[in-house]
């Protein structure tokens, strides 16, 4: 029975639409294997011919004489042929590398030195003066006798202590004699400490133990 609202075409499919053609269903046999020929690749195909198997059989039976010749005593020698003594020159003897310039030398005097070396001249002074110069050689600061506590910030003294200490090392130290320590005292000890304590010397504007920095002259240009 056909319901209601369906044409009547449509209600079923047409038997001849239900399901493909036969003859697509399967393929001929024509295309199930291959043909026969194209299967395996012919005998001849198989194994090269005997005479190319090994090309160098007919090289091997050649008679001695060709088959290593070897150099004939017609043969001409070249000149230019290597010589026992050019076969092996040997490895050459490396080359040492230039040696570095050396460095001038230097005075070691403080004011020569720059850098860490002039830092560390100072700093050896300033151990000096501070333990030993002040304490044993340093008299009462008056105004006849001034000093500064910051004498480091006077260049004119540094140089003048800086020669006072380099003495007394070559005075007073192992090597010196026994005269050693009265030289160092009457001929660098004194003239160098009346100098920097001199009113009108370097600690001049120092007063009261504060620090002045010492007005240099004017010079006028060359």
């Known amino acids: 029975m056909i319901e209601q609202g369906h044409p009547p075409q449509y209600a079923d499919p047409d038997p001849r639409y239900a399901a ?25 195909y198989a ?47 490396e080359e040492e590398p230039p ?13 020569y030195l720059q ?17 030993l110069l002040v304490p044993i050689y340093a008299r009462e600061v008056s105004s006849t006798a001034p000093w500064c506590a910051r004498w480091w910030l006077h260049p004119e003294a540094v140089a003048q202590l800086y020669g006072l200490w380099m003495a007394w090392q ?9 005269c050693g320590p009265a030289n160092w005292h009457r001929d660098y000890l004194g003239p160098v400490m009346n100098t920097l ?11 009261g133990g504060s620090h002045r920095a010492k007005e240099p002259p004017r010079t006028d240009p060359y």
């Open 115 to 131: 850098g860490e070396e002039h830092a560390e001249a100072l700093r050896m002074l300033t151990m000096w003066v501070t333990h």
């Open 99 to 111: 040696a570095a310039p050396e460095k001038p030398p230097t005075s070691p005097f403080i004011l």
């Open 47 to 93: 194994d090269p011919a005997p005479q190319y198997a090994d090309p160098g059989q007919a090289y091997q039976d050649l008679d001695p004489p060709y088959r290593d010749a070897g150099p004939q005593p017609d043969d001409a020698v070249s000149p230019y042929d290597a010589t026992p003594p050019y076969d092996d020159p040997g490895t050459p003897p």
């Open 170 to 178: 070559e005075l007073t130290g192992p090597n010196a004699g026994f």
């Open 20 to 44: 493909p053609a036969q003859q697509y269903a399967d393929p001929g046999p024509q295309y199930a294997d291959p043909t026969p020929q194209y299967a395996e690749p012919g005998p001849q």
């Open 197 to 207: 304590r001199d009113p009108s010397g370097p600690f001049a504007g120092c007063k």
